[in-house]
């Protein structure tokens, strides 16, 4: 039986498991047309492409600043769980 084919809605995933060359421009690669689509529609809304670039650029910046504040703060919890014993 062939292999059922991925629904064009669906992202592509990493080619394998754990680090390989060019796996930063899989990624790029992968999330490319839902980018594009999101900025069509934004400006279908409104805005401008700059300030659109600009917005995105901000909130990723947020949000890669707080998942990397959750993951310090989850280190330093499990080195006072481990010191207390």
Known sequence: MAASAKPADQMAGPRKLGPY???DLDC???LETRFLALV????AA??????IYDA?????????IGD????????????AIR???
């Open 68 to 79: 990397h504040t959750l993951e310090a703060d989850m280190d330093a919890v499990q080195r």
């Open 83 to 85: 010191d207390r014993r």
């Open 21 to 23: 060359p060019d796996r």
């Open 40 to 43: 069509d529609q934004a400006e």
């Open 28 to 30: 790029q690669e992968s």
């Open 46 to 51: 409104g805005w401008v492409r700059i300030e």
């Open 56 to 64: 995105l650029i901000e909130l990723i910046e947020n949000h890669a």
